[in-house]
């Protein structure tokens, strides 16, 4: 299985930058730590780092000065980038075929990413293994309980 963990004050974070304009999509970085568990993947994320960039309705772009920013702030806090978020604005959240392109373009395999749909209070993730194939996560809070957004 594969497993997301959130920290409340991360969860709070990531809503409140999807709500800079809830009609448009935004994006951020997931840091924390990767771990293992014989064949259990579990992503804590207790950071994340975010700009006050939109893209349009339907699109937000990862552009380089916004990953140099990322870079620098990961090696401020000394954390994993562990991938990206961004959020779907007035749609559901799904993770297109776009989203798996950019996910394996800016992390290659050992990544995450998330969609965020403000307007549903919908969260999906999804990671993407060694040998590059993607799965789907199950979202938790840190203590193993089902996390509500």
């Known amino acids: 299985m594969y497993y997301l963990r959130f920290t409340e004050e991360v969860k709070k974070k990531l809503i409140k930058h999807t709500f800079i304009n809830p009609n448009l999509e935004c994006g951020g970085f997931l840091y924390g730590k990767l771990k293992r568990h014989g064949l259990d993947v579990i992503c804590d994320v207790d950071d994340i780092y975010y700009e006050n960039l939109t893209g349009d309705e339907a699109n937000f772009r990862f552009r380089g000065f916004y990953v140099c920013h990322a870079l620098e702030y990961q090696i401020l806090v000394n ?32 990544g995450i990413t998330v969609v965020y749909s ?16 993607s799965h789907r996560m199950k979202i938790l809070s840190p203590e193993n309980k089902k996390f509500n957004f």
């Open 79 to 110: 954390k994993d980038l562990l991938g990206t978020y961004h959020s779907h604005g007035q749609y559901p959240a799904v993770l297109s075929d776009v989203d798996h392109d950019e996910l394996q373009q800016r992390f290659g395999k050992n």
């Open 118 to 133: 403000p307007k549903y209070s919908q969260l999906v993730s999804e990671f993407l293994d060694r040998d590059g194939v």
